[in-house]
């Protein structure tokens, strides 16, 4: 368990949630986008759970301040992410799908999909796909790639419960979207820059 954590209660575990998703994605042929209508009330269900805090694995979050794991299998991965009031996180991508929902506080949540041709290193345009306040049960799925861009930004010290398939790239590209460009980094190194508070330095 992460953190000294209790074990997990009696009710919907994150290991049942995720039997259950694999169930939906195999009645769509693995096509998360096409499962979505099956897999958020599951997620929604997992996310009435009141113990997400305490059970899991320790995770050395991406973007955020903390997190953990709780379900991971090489295929599925169930994760919570912790992000300090005002976090915005930059415009990225993921060379997955992933699904972000709000566990607890509120997130301002924007995704994009890439409109150019992909031809030239660097540069992107980009167009808003979904621009919205995700609330406690609120969830968005992100589809694979090159569809998998977006950013957010925490209302309130925020947890979020993310889901994603297989691992995120080690190398993102991080988008300036006014400025129709994007610069390749790992993953780990914009979090890592932030100071003490979770701000950047």
Not at 31 to 39: R, S
Not at 185 to 196: D, P, T, V, Y
Request: net charge negative; hydrophobic share 35%; glycine share 12%.
């Amino acid at each position: 368990m992460g953190r000294g954590a209790k074990p997990p209660s009696a009710g919907y575990s994150p290991g049942r949630c995720a039997r259950d998703v694999y169930d939906a994605l195999e009645a769509h042929e693995g096509n998360m986008p096409a499962a979505q209508h099956e897999v958020i009330p599951l997620l929604r269900r997992l996310g009435q759970e009141d113990d997400l805090l305490q059970i899991g694995l320790p995770r050395e979050s991406n973007h955020g301040v903390d997190g953990s794991w709780l379900y991971w299998d090489g295929e599925i991965g169930i994760f919570t992410a912790k992000f300090p009031d005002g976090l915005a996180v930059p415009v990225h991508d993921h060379g997955t799908w992933e699904i972000v929902g709000v566990y607890e506080g509120e997130l301002d949540y924007r995704s994009y999909r890439q409109v150019d041709d992909s031809s030239t290193e660097g540069y992107a345009e980009l167009e808003v796909v979904e621009d919205r306040v995700l609330r406690p049960g609120d969830f968005s799925v992100l589809p694979p790639p090159p569809d998998d861009i977006h950013g957010f930004q925490a209302r309130g010290g925020m947890w979020m419960i993310g889901v994603i398939h297989g691992a995120f790239a080690e190398e993102r590209r991080y988008f300036d979207v006014e400025r129709r460009s994007y610069v390749r980094r790992h993953q780990k190194a914009w979090r890592r820059s932030l100071g003490a508070r979770g701000q950047p330095r």
